[in-house]
């Protein structure tokens, strides 16, 4: 036997071990399009109170939060804090002022849009805003109205952005 044919030999092998190694990964990479149960599950559990479907009232919206094991609110005053730190460092490298009840109302939407509950924005805004006993006669309604008012813009919004779509 020849080097040449040694050589043909060897390059015919090394070609079958190649396309048996990307049938076996293209193998275990596929797979089946069915939803997996568990996924969805979960999916199912942890997603924002306000999206899911079948809340008809407001009544039944806070049976939903209160009653649900996971989708209580973990510490809205510990992210209300985190997103007001983070919009005041960004107004302040940008030179820019923001007033406090901007920046109560950019935190309050912010977190509705993470899916928080308007009570435990109202909540968190109450208990973590800044000198608003000064600033307000009743800190409770100003809290409860920020939220109510920044929820109104995600709903405006949404709604003419589905309008653009065309539904």
């Not at 960004?90 to 950019?106: F, M, T």
Request: hydrophobic share 35%.
């Amino acid at each position: 036997m020849t080097a040449q044919a040694l050589i043909a030999i060897l390059g015919i092998l090394g070609s079958i071990a190649a396309l048996y190694l990307a049938k076996r990964a293209h193998d275990r990479s596929f797979r089946p399009t069915e939803p997996d149960e568990d996924l969805v599950k979960r999916f199912v559990e942890s997603a924002p109170v306000y999206r899911l479907k079948n809340i008809t009232s407001a009544e039944n919206f806070e049976d939903v939060t209160r009653n649900h094991r996971t989708l209580r609110s973990r510490d809205a005053p510990t992210v209300y804090e985190r997103l007001r730190t983070m919009y005041v460092y960004q107004a302040q490298q940008k030179g820019w002022y923001l007033g406090e009840g901007s920046v109560d109302y950019r935190v309050a939407k912010r977190m509705l849009e993470d899916g928080w509950v308007e009570a435990d924005v109202a909540r968190a805004t109450h208990e973590r805003s800044p000198n608003i006993e000064d600033r307000y006669r009743d800190p409770h309604k100003y809290a409860e109205r920020t939220a109510k008012n920044a929820r109104g813009e995600l709903l405006r919004k949404d709604k003419n952005f589905r309008r653009w779509l065309g539904g």
